[in-house]
């Protein structure tokens, strides 16, 4: 049994809307030992190993319900045991995950075991440790021998909890992540630590723990430092202990003598109760102490003793929240069990865990604990009489072994406001005022006690999971802190895929939403761009490019160009979205990541539709994309079409929903908007540049998409429409998008079509265009397609063209150098095209530069480029012959501009900036 592959998926994928592991399971010889073959011995071992496996329902949806799928029959394949596993081992770790799913493959013992995750590590790590654990269970003659013979699953699974916990959320992260989850805000984690981000782009929030981004420095660093904040609390007459910063244990003596034994000697600046010694009452102790507290921090604080009870108030936004009684780590005697019996039977405890673990953390012995119970006269073997009670720490922190009792309800008025009062005086939107007093429901003025600490980033376990009393929403109190009610924490995402189109139609929606005002983030084949610039260079259509948008604080909206590679990788970087669309679904990439059919790939591009909350548009005109609005549950579904009697859409439109509609005219095609009862003529499309005056009808239906989603976004029809008119083709607009040059003897149409459906449409629009002269092309298809759509790429082209080169793409994907060419080239003349009008020229270079050569005057080449920057800069740097210059038109004059100085010209790294790659303009004048 071995995993073949593992995969992440950070958000919505085929398997599920949310954070899933996906492993390629082979179980070898073990598809002939199913559970019930395996025996009660196998089952038993498990359970042992695994008790909470106990309350798992599986199919049975009820606590034990996996047990009976292990008993039952035959039982269960080991796949299915594999699944549970992982998950109860994640929960073991502290992270509740309940999804799973395993389904058998195609090939006999191969399975998909897919679950759920919270933390990616951790999920991985269960993964691993859940297939080393079922290898321990098994039969000597069924095990697997890399195993080794000392392997012990309770010190793996002990390893593994603590490995998770350095890499979990702490308890107050935590809590804070569950509150703006019930509140619908997204988050993203931002490291490997407490570091998070609230919301997307320009509505963004961050939290480090339960320090705000509202929280003040100057605040922190007050409370940070304890000297300067008693100090403080004391000029504004709040309660405080006398305190004294000392730097040596000679100065540490000396200051206790001073206040009066005992004392407090504590860390100068160290938290979670590290270093801490209460009670102090002699030299030695002292001195010991300061050596304790000088290995958490150089100063050392001496404080006078403050006795009574450790209260810690939380005070969020200027309102007490929560108050926890803490009570020190300690046992109770029994008069027969050792203190080192009785705190193994504390430990077992099911609400005690490993660090932050569980809502309690399991008493360790340390130096502390020692010295505690040498001053009462005990040792670790000690038997302790029946109902005393030993305190094993002296302060009352929960990561020590603590316990925490919510006393809110009894805080007295005067005590509410003198913790108000500190949090404020110290600046701090979220404080955790440490406060000792012998009787929390008495004020303060009455009993006496003191603040001995304000805290920058207090604890929220001892409020949100208290050993007694009522729990507090302190996570909600933070996320309402940086959220009020009705302030926006999302930024409208718009989600583009299909097979071609997608890079175009992202391009024109990102445009018209820019001329709104709004700085756009949009990922696509091209790069990551942020307000028009681009920032990261690349083929950006997959999670990690959209999770760079959403982080990025200057974004107002995010147009996402989403691609199947990303879907199929590691699933959406987002969990939902506003607006989503499916251009098209046909014949690319099939026979890549397990998709072999278009109903498998129209279940891939399907995943956007799926999670879309406000609106999807939908190619009317592809079965496969109209089947998708059955999975939609958004709030409208616009079809769009480039048939005027399309019948599913005029029932749609009767029916009062929304559809984007090509209609014919008087002056050509008119993309018309129906809502409703609305009837909106929207623009004529040969006002459109990037459809050429309307015959490239491929980009006819990127533009009717983009203002179907531009609509939905809330978009004005004038912006929609002066955004269309303004959105051209030029390669600084739209790199390898129906590129033209104009500027040679000649016309040249580069491209990046790379399947047959996008050269199809490509072709077409060339046999579309007047062209005096001959039709010429560079034809290339990606080399990890099938033979048979490499084949029907050079079909397609065979009707079209009078002159072919063929080549292949820089990088062959596994085939050799000149395999491609010659495939497409041998289609070519099966399909009756001459020998003489086929050239095969493997390097893209060499053919684009032979093929720029061959033109003349009046012919027309489409080049389809794999380096588009390298293609471009071939093409307008090319220098045609002096008898192929057009000559000028009767009457027209030739002005030179003056030649620009070196340093402001284009270096060639940078996009072309001016498209006919030469300073000079032709001015026509018209003649007297």
């Known amino acids: 049994m071995r995993i073949l592959e593992s995969r992440v998926y950070l958000g919505p994928s085929l398997y599920a809307h949310f954070p899933v592991i ?41 606590p034990g319900g996996f047990v009976r799928r292990l008993r039952e029959g035959d039982g269960t394949w080991l796949g299915h045991v594999l699944e549970h596993v992982a998950l109860e081992l994640q929960h073991v770790a502290g992270n509740r995950a309940t999804f799973g799913r395993t389904r058998s493959t ?120 304890k000297e300067e904040t008693n100090a403080l609390l004391s000029s504004l007459g709040l309660p405080v202990p ?99 019996e009785l705190v193994a039977k504390v430990n077992e405890d099911p609400r005690r865990g490993i660090g932050h673990e569980k809502v309690l953390t399991e008493i360790e012995f340390n130096h502390q604990s020692d010295r505690l119970l040498e001053e009462h006269g005990y040792k670790r073997s000690s038997v302790p009489a029946d109902g005393e009670t030993v305190y094993l720490c002296a302060t009352a922190n929960l990561s020590t072994g603590g316990t925490a009792i919510d006393v809110t309800d009894i805080v007295h008025a005067d005590n509410r406001e003198m913790a108000v009062r500190a949090a404020q005086a110290i600046g701090l939107d979220v404080a955790g005022v440490d406060f000792l007093t012998s009787d929390i429901t008495e004020s303060y003025r009455d009993t006496g006690g003191a603040i001995c600490e304000v805290n920058a980033a207090p604890g929220f376990r001892m409020h949100v999971a208290p050993s007694e009393g009522q729990s507090r929403d302190a996570g909600g109190a933070v996320i309402d802190l940086l959220f009020p009610p009705g302030t926006p924490s999302r930024i409208p995402i718009a989600s583009i895929t299909g097979t071609n189109g997608k890079t175009t139609t992202s391009r024109m929606l990102a445009h018209i939403l820019k001329l709104t005002g709004q700085r756009v983030g949009l990922t696509s084949t091209d790069g990551v761009y942020v307000d028009g610039q681009l920032t990261v260079k690349g083929d950006m259509t997959g999670p990690v490019a959209a999770r760079m948008v959403l982080r990025d ?98 029932e749609h439109i009767r029916a009062g929903g929304r559809a984007v509609a090509l209609e014919d005219g008087l002056n050509g095609h008119m993309i018309t908007l129906y809502d409703g009862t609305a009837h909106m003529p929207l623009l004529w499309t040969h006002l459109i540049p ?52 104009d500027e040679h003897p000649f016309r040249v149409i580069l491209d990046y079509g790379h399947n047959a459906a996008a050269v199809e449409a490509m072709c077409s629009l060339a046999s579309r265009l007047e062209c005096p002269g001959r039709r010429i092309v560079v034809l290339a298809a990606p080399g ?45 003349r099966s399909a009756g095209v001459a020998d ?93």
């Open 22 to 62: 996906r492993l390629l399971l082979d179980l070898g010889e073990l598809e002939e030992w199913p559970t019930g073959r395996l025996g009660e011995e196998f089952v038993d071992g498990l359970l042992a190993a695994l008790p909470g496996l106990h309350e798992h329902g599986c199919s049975y949806r009820e």
């Open 690 to 741: 990037a459809t050429l005056e309307g015959r490239a009808l491929h980009n006819v239906q990127n533009a009717m998409f983009a203002a179907a989603l531009a609509y939905a976004m809330g978009v004005s029809l004038d912006n929609i429409r002066q955004g269309l008119r303004t959105f051209d083709t030029t390669f600084f607009q739209a790199p390898g998008r129906m590129n033209v040059f």
């Open 784 to 828: 990890d397609r099938r033979d048979e759509d490499i084949r029907a790429i050079a079909t397609i082209a065979a009707s079209h063209f009078d002159h072919f080169v063929c080549k292949r793409d820089d990088n062959p994907r596994g085939r050799a150098p000149g395999e491609v060419p010659d495939m497409l080239a041998e289609t070519l």
């Open 242 to 340: 006398r305190q004294r910063l000392v730097r040596s244990a000679r100065d540490a003596v000396r200051a206790a003598e001073r206040m009066g034994y005992p004392v407090v000697v504590k860390p100068f600046n160290a938290n979670h109760g590290r270093g801490v010694s209460i009670g102090v009452e002699t030299t030695g102790q002292v001195e010991t102490a300061f050596e304790q507290a000088q290995k958490h921090s150089r100063g050392v604080l001496v404080e006078s003793f403050i006795t009574g009870l450790d209260h810690r108030m939380l005070v969020i936004n200027g309102e007490l929240l929560a108050v926890a009684k803490r009570v020190p780590a300690h046992v109770v005697g029994d008069g027969a069990s050792s203190i080192e």
């Open 106 to 225: 195609d090939e006999p013992g191969v399975y998909t075991v897919v679950y759920q995750y919270v933390q990616r590590d951790v999920g991985k790590a269960a993964g691993r440790l859940a297939l080393d654990l079922l290898h321990s269970l098994l039969p000597a003659e069924l095990r697997d021998d890399e195993l080794p013979d000392d392997w012990d699953f309770e010190s793996e699974r002990a390893t593994m909890v603590r490995w998770a916990q350095r890499r979990a959320l702490g308890p107050s992260t935590a809590s804070l992540v569950r509150a703006a989850e019930d509140n619908d805000i997204p988050w993203l984690r931002l490291n490997e630590y407490s570091l998070v981000q609230f919301g997307y782009g320009c509505h963004q929030k961050r939290i480090q723990a339960t320090i705000t981004s509202e929280t003040r420095h100057i605040a922190v660093e007050i409370a940070s430092d």
């Open 836 to 928: 003489q009008a086929i050239e095969v020229i493997p390097d893209e270079a060499e053919a684009i530069g032979h093929a720029l050569g061959f033109c003349r005057p009046g012919d027309l080449l489409l080049i389809f480029a794999d380096d588009l920057t390298r293609g471009w800069k071939q093409v307008i740097h090319f220098e045609a012959d002096a008898e192929l210059a057009p000559s000028e038109p009767a009457g027209a004059a030739t002005v030179e501009l003056p030649a620009l100085p070196a340093e402001v010209l284009p270096t060639d790294d940078e996009l072309i900036r001016d498209e006919r790659g030469v300073r000079l303009a032709r001015i026509h004048e018209e003649a007297d």
């Open 553 to 650: 604080p200057g974004v107002d909206v995010a147009v996402m160009e989403t691609a199947r590679g990303g879907l199929l990788r590691a699933g959406l970087g987002y969990r939902k979205c506003d607006v989503a669309c499916c251009l098209n679904v046909s014949e690319d990439h099939l026979g890549l990541r397990g998709i072999d059919t278009l109903d498998q790939l129209a279940e891939v591009k399907r995943i956007p539709i799926e999670v879309a909350t406000k609106a999807v548009v939908l190619n009317a005109d592809d079965a496969h994309c109209l089947r998708m609005a059955a999975y939609a549950e958004a709030e409208h579904i616009c079809y769009v079409t480039m048939s005027k009697d399309h019948p599913l859409v005029l």
